[in-house]
């Protein structure tokens, strides 16, 4: 102890310092390192709880965006149908059109032919009338004499005979 007292250490003087540390440590312990310890540990289930609700809102969100894209890929395919449809409806609008002006080209010109047709039988009518009086007129100015309706009636086949040829 000599020892001890020649370096100057007071053995009561390290005792009640030994005492006043641990009271402190004790009080600390207890005023500080407790709720510090529970405030670490509310924190921490805080957090993870946060993390729970953010892992759900993530499924929740890839979830979403599935179904986005599902009801995006239907729209596209109905779209497409539709854009079919209304072309394939289109192509049948055509065609049959496309057929109805044939028809009415076809009628028309079938109706042309007949106005041509009947035009034709009118003109070569008159014509024949016309050349019939002709042909007889000139007969008769040849001849000088009258002709009966027998001669006129001969004169105009054969006139219309060689005419025809």
Do not use: H, W
């Amino acid at each position: 102890m000599q020892i001890i007292e020649q370096f100057g250490i007071n053995p009561i003087l390290i005792l009640a310092n030994i005492v006043n540390f641990l009271i402190l440590l004790l009080v600390l312990r207890v005023f500080l390192y407790k709720p510090i310890l529970k405030m670490l540990e509310t924190r921490k289930e805080k957090i993870a709880i946060s993390m729970k609700q953010a892992e759900e809102i993530e499924k929740k969100l890839s979830k979403a965006a599935e179904e986005q894209e599902k009801i995006l890929k239907k729209a596209n395919e109905e779209a497409a149908l539709l854009v079919n449809e209304a072309s394939e409806e289109a192509k049948v609008l055509l065609e049959k059109t496309r057929n109805e002006t044939k028809e009415v080209s076809k009628t028309a010109m079938e109706q042309t032919k007949a106005m041509v047709s009947s035009e034709k039988e009118k003109m070569m009518s008159e014509i024949k009338a016309d050349l019939a009086g002709l042909v007889v007129s000139t007969m008769t100015k040849m001849t000088g004499k009258v002709l009966t309706a027998e001669d006129q009636k001969r004169l105009v086949v054969e006139a219309e005979k060689d005419l025809l040829k």
